[in-house]
């Protein structure tokens, strides 16, 4: 992620329900692989997926790639990913609990911020991804995914303080990891979120 959180707050690009048919993992897969809906599709080295269970409880929801991300085709691989596997290590949870996938599947050229008709093109992918995972519990990483989820343009900080819906599934917002390494001292909020999001998984089992 490239900007800090606290900038100015566009118009939320939000993510409308579809009314086109759910393709199956490996056509979805096939789809984000050969995507050519926007402008990004030009400057990507490849499209990042996501990684992880497809059969998880719990799904992670980031912004999009960023320079390591676009070089490997995985999300979450730099500095941020390690410290989001620690987070997830302190609640329990390993590589095969979760599934991990950000709103764009291609970089933004220099990790500038997503662009409001880049979410839109990309959204159906999200969409279907989760309606695949169908996960006890949705995590949103950062204003990007909460906004575009949640069809709101609220700050995380008043965001994250409530257990929110998305299509009937609970859905936390916390912090990007990104932002906290860039702001050690939000950590122990986001300890706090993982505490919640470990609780409704306990209470979902
Ligand atoms: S960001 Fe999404 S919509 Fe744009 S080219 Fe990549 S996969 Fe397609």
Redesign the pocket.
Known sequence: MSVAEMEAVPTPAVIEPTTTALPDWADLQRQ?AS????G??QT?TQ?VFGKGNPRARLMLVGEAPGAEEDKLGLPFVGKAGQLLDNMLAAIGLGQDDVFIANV???RPPGNRNPAAD?IA??AD?LRWQIAHVQPDVLVTLGRFAAHALLQSDAAIGVLRRETHQYQGIPLFVTFHPAYLLRSPGEKAKAWQDLLAIRRALANKA
């Not at 995507?35 to 926007?38: F, M, Q, V, Y």
């Open positions: 984000v995507c050519t809906a926007c990004l599709c990507r499209t764009l599947k291609c880049e093109a990309c992918y």
